[in-house]
């Protein structure tokens, strides 16, 4: 179906209408953003009824919905993947933790909270391995070394991750015997 000169007018008509009014226009999209918070804040505060009723599987699955339902400039995505973590690690299921601390990461970073992400890889990192899975400890470990050089970072973070990279794990230092 060709288009005629009285459609062409129309889109033209829009276009300019929506360019002349856009505090309009994106007054349209606030509103699914606004729902979003909301529904993500509902989520993380039952994630937390569930853990002090002791269900942290439950709570871990709530705290994820949340940190998805969150824009990546919301320093709470990052707190809720990581408390989805350590609640998942509580009850055992190590791979979930993992991946909930690399997710956390990538949130961090995304908002450009360089120090956050590299402690969060380096977490994960820990946990791989705890599960002896070496591919997943490089890859980690050397995103959590690519963001302690980065010039973005102060010294006083760079130094906090590299001294959390020089440490052994506590396992480490328990079967490791010291000298007198």
């Known amino acids: 179906m060709p288009s005629t000169f009285a459609d062409r007018l129309a889109a033209a008509g829009v276009l300019l209408v929506t360019l002349a009014f856009p505090a309009s226009a994106s007054a349209q999209y606030q509103l699914p953003t606004v729902i979003s918070s ?11 009824g569930l853990v ?7 709570a871990a699955r709530l705290h994820r919905r949340s940190a998805e339902l969150r824009p990546a400039e919301d320093p709470l995505g990052f707190r809720c993947l990581s408390e989805a973590a350590a609640l998942v690690y509580a009850a055992g299921d190590r791979s979930a933790a993992r991946g909930n601390l690399a997710s ?18 380096l977490d994960a990192a820990w946990i791989a391995q705890e599960q002896r899975n070496h591919r997943q400890v490089y890859e980690l470990g ?3 070394e690519l963001l302690a050089e980065s010039p973005l970072l102060g010294s006083s973070d760079r130094a906090a991750i590299m001294q959390r990279i020089k ?3 506590l396992a480490m230092r328990m079967v490791t015997p010291t000298s007198p």
Not at 104 to 121: E, I, S
Request: charged share 30%.
């Open 38 to 48: 909301f529904k993500a804040d509902s989520l993380h505060e039952a994630a937390e």
């Open 52 to 58: 002090a009723a002791h269900r942290y599987r439950d």
């Open 104 to 121: 956390a990461a990538d949130h961090a970073l995304a908002r450009g909270d360089l120090r956050n992400a590299a402690m969060a890889y």
């Open 142 to 144: 050397h995103r959590a």
């Open 167 to 169: 440490r052994p794990t």
